[in-house]
Nanobody, 120 residues
């Protein structure tokens, strides 16, 4: 079994920063793309940022220039550094990853989510 465990969420004032972490554990041969999604109340879950195994990144337009995704392959961990936070960044943030469980098998996994609240 594979688990993704997020940490680092919390309450911060507008303009502040938070750093989210997501550690994968379990039966892991390797990890392909890792992603951060978020879901605000009453809204659909949206992709915030992604990073491939070789470090290529993509960001939603709403967070470009403010958020940075990175990963530590030795620790099976992905990070999301969030700066210049805005109230509209308030959401539950979810980690997502494509994980190789064997030589051929690749499965997609989700973390349980961590709440980020930005006060105005």
């Amino acid at each position: 079994q594979v688990q993704l465990v997020e940490s680092g969420g919390g309450l911060v004032q507008a303009g502040g920063s938070l750093r989210l972490s997501c550690a994968a554990s379990g039966s892991i041969f390797g990890i392909n793309t890792m992603r951060w999604y978020r879901q605000a109340p009453g809204k659909q879950r949206e992709l915030v940022a992604s990073i491939t195994s070789d470090g290529s990144t993509n960001y939603a337009d709403s967070v470009k220039g403010r958020f940075t995704i990175s990963r530590d392959n030795s620790r099976n961990t992905v990070y999301l550094q969030m700066n210049s936070l805005k109230p509209e960044d308030t959401a539950v943030y979810y980690c997502n990853a494509d994980i190789r469980n064997g030589f051929v098998s690749v499965n997609n996994y989700w973390g349980q989510g961590t709440q980020v609240t930005v006060s105005s």
